[in-house]
């Protein structure tokens, strides 16, 4: 077929869809998950969008730069997807999925603090999951001092899953 890239690329992408669109739909059916919120930037009839923020530290530079730009455009291709289908469902409203995120530079020490500025300033009510086992170990505290859900597949240390 002319036109279509084919390759391990489209094919990460779609896996992060996949993987995205289930922890989504499992999300939205545990109350109090995630609490999404409003932007007021594009909606005509009541001035406010409802939105789920997506955050995520990702190795835009460093070491592991080109896994992360992997990273971000398997994000960014199941954030677009979702939406262009009429976003996240939950009762009977629509959220837009946004994606924030950071690089963290491949510095496990960036982490936390990134995380935390995704939480305080962006208001995230998911975190998706950095590169590598080590970056991903920095991120779980935070994830777990805010009660909120972290996607991880990147991290695959045993370590990582060790406090459940």
């Known amino acids: 077929m002319r036109g279509v890239r084919r390759g391990p690329g489209l094919r990460v992408r779609i896996l992060w869809l996949l993987f995205l669109v289930a922890a989504l739909a499992v999300l939205s059916a545990v109350p109090g998950c995630a609490s999404p919120t409003t932007s ?9 969008e409802l939105e789920i923020v997506l955050g995520a530290t990702i190795s835009i530079t460093g070491p592991t730069a080109e896994e992360g730009a992997y990273t971000r455009d398997g994000y960014q291709f199941a954030v677009d997807a979702v ?26 020490q ?5 995380y935390r500025k995704l939480l305080s ?10 590169y590598s086992s080590a970056l991903t170990m920095e991120a ?25």
């Open 110 to 114: 960036l982490v936390s603090g990134l």
């Open 140 to 164: 779980v505290p935070v994830a777990e001092e805010a009660h909120l859900p972290l996607i991880d597949a990147h991290g695959s240390a045993e370590s990582i899953f060790a406090n459940g």
């Open 83 to 108: 939406n262009r289908a009429g976003g996240v469902r939950i009762g009977d409203k629509s959220y837009r999925l946004v994606l924030k995120y950071y690089d963290d530079q491949s510095n496990a």
């Open 40 to 48: 007021s930037s594009n909606s005509a009839d009541t001035g406010a």
């Open 121 to 130: 300033e962006d208001h995230a009510n998911i975190l998706l999951g950095p």
